[in-house]
């Protein structure tokens, strides 16, 4: 099971940072990402971190302005969202690989149907 958590209102240029609490699975033995979703349109990778935590992915859109990272300690995934644009705003989800240590060859990462666990998402809004 998954959870999302830190959504929020935040201004254009500012920072947010979400977090998404795994249960029932390890976040290091599985590919983890986050996606977006806005009203009308279909869910967008945003980014992913592989299994061994060695890579991370992330929509050109997004390249540079945000981060991905875990904490395995705490079995816990981040996404660091930095420079927000209002065109980041959207219900943001964090998901999960059932499989675990699997490794993929890089455009696999960018797709919806390699994820099979979904958190419930959580709202972000940046205004201009």
């Known amino acids: 099971q998954l959870q999302a958590s830190g959504g929020g209102l935040v201004q254009a240029g500012g920072s947010l940072r979400l977090s998404c609490a795994a249960s029932g699975r390890t976040v290091s033995n599985s590919v983890m990402a986050w996606f977006r979703q806005t009203p009308g349109r279909d869910r967008e990778f945003v980014g992913a971190?592989?299994?061994?935590?060695?890579?991370?992915y992330f929509a050109d859109s997004v390249t540079g302005r945000f981060a991905i990272f875990r904490d395995s300690a705490n079995n816990m995934l981040y996404l660091q969202m930095n420079s927000l644009k209002p065109e980041d705003t959207a219900v943001y989800y964090c998901?999960?690989?059932?499989?675990?240590?699997?490794?993929?060859?890089?455009?696999?990462?960018?797709?919806?149907?390699?994820?099979?666990?979904w958190g419930q998402g959580t709202l972000v809004t940046v205004s201009s």
């Open positions: 998901a999960a690989d059932q499989a675990m240590r699997r490794t993929y060859i890089k455009s696999d990462y960018f797709r919806r149907g390699l994820y099979e666990y």
């Open positions: 971190i592989t299994w061994s935590g060695g890579s991370t």
